[in-house]
């Protein structure tokens, strides 16, 4: 078994510190009880049931009830003839909505939920290191992840940790390694955020079977200079841990990501005009991944507001079919528009949650032509509009988009209108383009 040199050992014990505050076992720093060092530990696992099951009896669970939940949710972190990407999905869907559970025969089921998602701090978050893990064969070595994050006795995070003179991307290789067949996989089927940093280039993070180069760089402005320490602070508190795992995590037709800092505080900023009902512009720049931003939002309402409905429009066939991919891709149904009156039985259908269409269904572009025709759409014998509408107006910097917005706002007068945009907004339609949805929510 290889001995961890000193200056990493410096820089674990330093995050350790920032986590815990100290190793007494109490819940300290920001926010991480100390676990221990389970080097050799006997019987290390993803799921520990001795931490799991106090909390779950906690929470008021009864002991039946308590075992048959973690027999199920073991039973779901098993990878057994499944892919680690399959297993780790069905994995984070039990984490994350629960699983029902029935007390006796002919009684009604209990959803036990093994993580409370709103209050942070009502969870039991530990940090155990070196923690030892037997390998698949039994001719593989044992791995030791650096640092495992625990939250209830579940292994929800990992890091690897390297002296400042040796890149990151060691960890990020060792971290992918651990992940191979013939050694520790089955530990990953619960892990959700994976972490690999220094002390000269803070941490890189990725969800699991990320390649190498597609490990992300966290970007927010801090007071804290030391870059490892910043991205400690800044990733591992626990409310904004727990955050990006249940709200910023999508399994995108094969790959699970997470989201960017772009992505995520474009999210964030259009919550809170959501709160306020104000519309504005998500200017993004292109690659930037504006269509996840477009499914955590549509995620966050669908799931916050019980009559929120969500109505994307483009402006040509293939961003459309683009839609409906990225939002099939990533588990949602969406209806796509077929015509105008197809599109108005769409938005007539409370079980719609996710509509698409392209902004021809509302009428030709020409403006002598529009009035008529939305006369028509809204005159068909067709059920009024249902729900609390949010409209996400892909490629708003458009020219188009000025007309469009007032023609919807005719068929969905209530609407909160947002525009996304890969786009600058040239003078000539900026003025347009923001009186119309309003101020920007979020820039590059």
């Known amino acids: 078994m290889s001995i961890i040199g000193e200056a990493e050992r410096r820089a674990q014990i330093r995050v350790i510190d920032l986590l815990c505050g100290d190793k ?39 002991p039946e009830i308590v075992t048959q939940a973690i027999t199920r949710l073991k039973r779901e972190a098993r990878i057994d003839g499944t892919k680690l990407y399959e297993a780790n999905q069905g994995f984070y869907e ?38 030892a893990i037997k390998g698949k064969e039994a001719k593989a070595w044992n791995k030791r992840p650096d640092l495992v994050l625990y939250v209830n006795g579940i292994a929800l995070g990992t890091v690897e940790l390297k002296k400042s003179t040796v890149g990151v991307g060691e960890g990020i290789r060792q971290t992918l390694d651990n992940q191979r067949p013939e050694f520790i996989r089955h530990f990953f089927t619960t892990v959700q955020i994976t972490f690999a940093g220094n002390d000269s280039e803070g941490l890189r993070y990725a969800p699991i079977q990320t390649p190498q180069p597609y490990w992300l760089a966290w970007k927010e402005e801090s007071e804290i200079t030391a870059r490892l320490d910043r991205d400690v602070n800044q990733m591992m508190a626990p409310a904004r841990f727990l955050e990006l795992i249940h709200d910023f995590t999508l399994f995108d037709g094969g790959i ?106 509302f009428g030709k572009r020409e403006e002598n032509e529009m009035t008529e025709l939305i006369s028509d759409i809204q005159n068909a014998k067709i059920g009024a509009p249902v729900g609390d509408f949010y409209v996400f107006i892909d490629e708003a910097h458009r020219t188009q988009s000025g007309k469009l917005a007032r023609a919807m706002r005719q068929v969905l007068p209530e609407a909160m209108f947002i525009g996304f945009t890969g786009t600058p907004l040239l003078r000539s339609d900026k003025e347009t383009s923001l009186e119309t949805f309003g101020p920007y929510i979020g820039k590059p």
């Open 256 to 361: 699970k990501k997470i989201a960017r800092p772009n992505q995520y505080f474009a999210v964030k900023a259009a919550q809170e005009r959501v709160r306020r009902h104000e519309g504005g512009i998500i200017w993004q720049t292109q690659g930037s991944g504006k269509s996840l931003i477009m499914v955590m939002l549509a995620r966050w309402l669908r799931e916050t507001l019980p009559d929120a409905r969500i109505l994307v429009v483009t402006d040509r066939k293939e961003l459309d079919g683009q839609i409906q991919d990225v939002f099939g891709n990533t588990g949602d149904k969406v209806r796509r528009a077929r015509s105008g009156n197809d599109l108005m039985a769409a938005l007539a259908d409370p079980t719609d949650r996710v509509v698409c269409s392209l902004v021809h269904k």
């Open 94 to 131: 039990m984490l994350r909505y629960g699983v029902a559970v029935a007390p006796g025969p002919g009684e009604a089921p209990v959803t036990v939920r093994f993580i409370d998602w709103s209050d942070p701090a009502a969870n039991d978050a530990g940090v155990a290191e070196e923690v």
């Open 24 to 62: 007494s076992g109490s819940p300290g720093g920001l926010g991480w009880r100390y676990l221990g060092d389970w080097q050799t530990r006997e019987g290390n696992a993803n799921i520990e049931e001795e931490l799991l099951r106090p909390w779950l009896l906690k929470r008021g669970y009864g």
